[in-house]
């Protein structure tokens, strides 16, 4: 399991002292704005950043970082990519990180045919999106109770889908 995982993308400075707009990757904005330190990663090595102050603006969170004082500092961090280390959270009985469910076997909860595996986790739609790799290339699987049955971090992830959703129907 990777130690810092993905939480937000620096899209633009704010304000003239260093500020910085996150677009948050998190569940909720309120969550990343949670965070006391997020992490930048450089050549594979994570440099720690001091969260100073966090405000949640529509679905993005402002955030002042120590020693990122001035709009010259924080310009040279749009576009990069903040990260939070995954010990930073305290996650309920049944709760996962998303980066947690890619390369799990997809698995027919009745059935136990594998479908594929999971490729991607796409969070820039209206709804979550699992990326399913399959024989027949990649297929998009909506993460709704409805075909998302249980997930077992060290196993499967068990779903119950319409016919042709994972696989080609025959004629």
């Known amino acids: 399991m990777l130690k810092y995982l993905e939480c937000g993308i620096i899209v633009n400075t704010h304000g ?3 500020g910085v707009k996150v677009l948050s990757q998190c569940d909720t904005p309120d969550t990343l704005a949670s965070l006391e330190y997020v ?3 450089q050549l594979g090595v994570y440099r720690e950043l001091e969260v100073l102050s966090a ?4 679905d ?3 955030f002042t ?11 040279r961090l749009k576009g990069k990519t903040l990260y939070a280390d995954r ?3 305290e996650l309920e009985e049944g709760e996962y990180f998303l980066a947690d469910v890619i390369g799990l076997k997809v698995v027919d909860e009745e059935s136990g045919k594998v479908y594929g595996t999971v490729e991607n986790v796409n969070t820039n739609s209206a ?3 699992y990326e399913i790799k399959t024989d027949k290339g990649i297929r998009l699987l909506p993460a709704v109770d409805a075909f998302i049955k249980r997930v077992v971090l060290s196993e499967a992830l ?7 959703l994972l696989e080609d129907t025959e004629d």
């Open 65 to 75: 970082f120590k020693g990122i004082d001035s709009i010259d500092k924080a310009a």
């Open 60 to 62: 993005t969170v402002i």
């Open 127 to 129: 709804q979550l999106l």
């Open 16 to 18: 003239i002292n260093g």
């Open 158 to 164: 068990y779903v119950s889908v319409v016919p042709g």
């Open 87 to 89: 010990d930073d959270f």
């Open 39 to 41: 992490y930048i990663e």
């Open 55 to 58: 405000s949640v603006y529509k």
